[in-house]
């Protein structure tokens, strides 16, 4: 059976079974599209379809795209790996568990392991003095929102533990300060325009062209309230504002807070996979693709880098794709992948929360690629 016929099986019963409400699912090889696809409904409800040009809400998308953005100012002498934070945000001064006011570096945010989690300041904060990590909507800005964490202890000390966190949300307030301007400009800038990248904003580029989120349900998918928090039942905590994209007050959220298109982020992988192309120096995308944490533990069979997970033992990591594999994906319901062994880039996007991130989509998508 051709890649073409297993992937469009995998789709059309996603889309059949209401698991998944709309999707573009892209694959390339050696740069080539060897599968495009953009299926079922961008608005369910009214009956608009998913386009190719329909613009998602990224959620952690974004991360790699602010990642790339520090490391294209790195590239140019404008800040360094071994910064530490607060030597450009004097109000972040987060404490490590022994009390101890923590130097944590740009290195260790790009990698989560500054001690940073998303877990940790929600638990002991009070209601009102909680932290946005960048899905639930806040008027407050990045001094605002995070340096309400300077009253909690880290999770551990920097360096010492790997945690998927909100690093990047604090990568981005330190990208603002050093460009001069906002997160936004900074990423269009170094990242977004060189690469034509015409919809990856902190804003909506065409409210008309928006996806309608939705959320897992049975027996198909229902369309997301705002805010919504999923049922106890369900067994995860995230809120999610889908009305945050649009309220300007809200700090740009370097971990969450992007919009844009299928096209748009393949264009982004591709530079990647390819060695940085006019934005990234070639040795700092093979860094960046590569395991930056040494020994220390993350999900069974990877690492991390500078933009995603890096498989280690595809057996561990329960994938076929080739060891060297960077992957990861947004909580809005996408997954991404660069296979450099294969010359593989594949992106599915959804608009369903959590089914398109961690659901079977996406292992379903990836078995269909490489089948097996």
Not at 33 to 46: H, T, V, Y
Not at 243 to 253: L, M, T, V, Y
Not at 339 to 347: F, I, N
Request: charged fraction near 20%; proline fraction near 5%.
């Amino acid at each position: 059976m051709s890649v073409e016929r297993r992937l469009d099986e995998v789709i059309d019963r996603f889309l059949t079974s209401g698991r998944v409400t709309g999707t573009v699912v892209l694959v390339y090889q050696h740069g080539e599209p060897i599968f495009r696809r953009a299926a079922g409904f961008a608005d369910r409800e009214a009956g608009v379809p998913v386009q190719f040009d329909t613009i998602f809400r990224l959620a952690s998308v974004t991360k790699p795209i602010v990642a790339a953005t520090a490391l294209a100012m790195i590239d140019r002498g404008l800040m360094a790996l071994s910064d530490r934070v607060a030597d450009h945000l004097p109000w972040f001064r987060p404490k490590t568990p022994d009390g101890a006011v923590a130097d944590i570096t740009i290195h260790q945010l790009l990698t989560h392991t500054s001690g940073l989690v998303y877990d940790l300041a929600l638990e002991l904060l009070p209601a009102d003095r909680a932290i946005s990590c960048g899905l639930l909507d806040t008027d407050l800005d990045y001094e605002g929102n995070f340096g309400r964490h300077n009253a909690v202890p880290l999770a551990f000390a920097p360096g010492t533990q790997w945690a998927y966190s909100f690093a990047t949300d604090i990568l981005g307030a330190v990208i603002a300060k050093v460009h001069g301007g906002s997160l936004e400009e900074a990423v269009v800038t170094y990242i977004a325009g060189p690469l034509g990248m015409a919809d990856s904003r902190f804003h909506v580029t065409d409210t008309a062209r928006l996806a309608v989120p939705y959320t897992d349900s049975q027996p198909a998918a229902v369309r997301m309230s705002d805010p919504y928090f999923a049922p106890e039942e369900a067994g995860w905590t995230l809120g999610f504002s889908p009305s945050r994209i649009f309220n300007g007050k809200a700090f740009q959220s370097g971990g969450a807070g992007m919009a844009g298109t299928a096209g748009d982020i393949i264009a982004f992988l591709e530079t990647l996979r390819t060695g940085g192309k006019d934005v990234l120096r070639a040795e700092t995308v093979q860094a960046g693709l590569a395991n930056r944490i040494g020994a220390l533990v993350t999900d069974s069979g990877s690492k991390f880098g500078y933009f995603g997970a890096v498989v280690e033992d595809p057996i561990g990591a329960l994938t076929p794709q080739s060891p060297g594999t960077v992957r990861w994906g947004g909580v809005y319901g996408h997954s991404w992948s660069i296979d450099p062994a294969k010359g593989l880039t594949v992106l599915s996007m959804t608009n369903n929360a959590l089914e398109g991130c961690m659901g079977e989509f996406p292992d379903r998508i990836v078995e269909a690629v490489y089948g097996v």
